[in-house]
């Protein structure tokens, strides 16, 4: 697979895209080595992709200026890298079951992404069905009724994009000779490394906000992903994105970076969420470039759990008939081909 990996990111100017083979290692609870098979069949928004393309130019930079000791942000990230909009019109096998994904972030060999970069494909139509059926719906219900303004479409694009182009920041070798991070985390690499993208995407919104090469106001931003954690949390904590999310509601809950009022509505404090986020990213980070798995195992143990009062409120969620996920119709019966 290695070389249809090489040829895959060769294509660059092909309308129609395929992914396909066994790719994520989620559902090997055991070592986080064995993959699933997938497919995926993509259609380009060339217009979206042209405007998305200047950001990758601009990852060595953010790289540098990354919330944390030098000696962790001394690799530098592969500026081959793609950034393309898709809308997707097949899926099937493991990104078909359960949760359905809205980004992917490929290929996942370190070596592949250390020469050449990857392709982030971003899934437009998937994403604008999941906000609209239910970010929006879940925000109405939980985000504290003066912020609700803030939840935008365009916000929780960006801040899913940057999530994928997250990955390619921070550290992939550890600096304590235990190899690459993945092989040196094991079981504990997915959860982990999902966490740093979510932090570090945040930490991309913020310093391109302020570099003037994002538009828009920071606290849709932010609403928008604290919205985005109580819609991807009700996947459960037993997948390594819901333990991620798990992770960052806590430490930022115990930063002061938001608060649940007495109505039982969830509200952003502004100041102290980007100071949670430099906090995170940093000792996210951090636990990576140690490659400590047993730091890591007691960081799971003591911060991906979900607190009583988050799940009753996640339980009217399911009450008001807020679904957890969308549902596609596809393949012959929905073209007409049966």
Sequence with gaps: FTASDYAWLDMKTNGLDLIIGPIENYEDKLFNARTSYEAYVLIKDKEWSKRLAKYVKLLPDLQKNLPVAAKYKTETPGTDSELNAYDVVYYAGDCNAGSKT?????????????????????????????????????????????????????????NVMFHEVAHGLGIKKTITGKGFVRAALKEQYSWLEEGKADVLGLY????????????????????????????????????????????CFNYFKEKGAFERTAKGTYKVNFDKFATAMNDLSAFIITLQGNGDKNAVEKAQKTMAIIPTELQSDLDRLTRKNIPVDVVFEQGVDVLGMK
């Design 102 to 158: 809205i980004a992917v972030n490929l290929p996942n060999d370190e070596k592949i992404q250390q020469e050449k970069g990857t392709r982030r494909s971003q899934l437009k139509n998937a994403m604008q069905a999941k906000f609209d059926k239910i970010l929006v719906p879940i925000s109405k219900e939980l985000i504290d009724a003066e912020q609700q303004k803030y939840i935008k479409f365009d916000a929780f694009f960006a």
């Design 204 to 247: 991309m919104v913020t310093a391109l906000l302020k570099k003037g090469e994002l538009q828009g106001d920071i606290k849709e931003y932010y609403t928008t992903f604290m919205a985005g954690i109580l819609r991807s949390v009700r996947f459960g904590i037993s997948e390594a994105h819901g333990k991620a999310n798990m992770q």
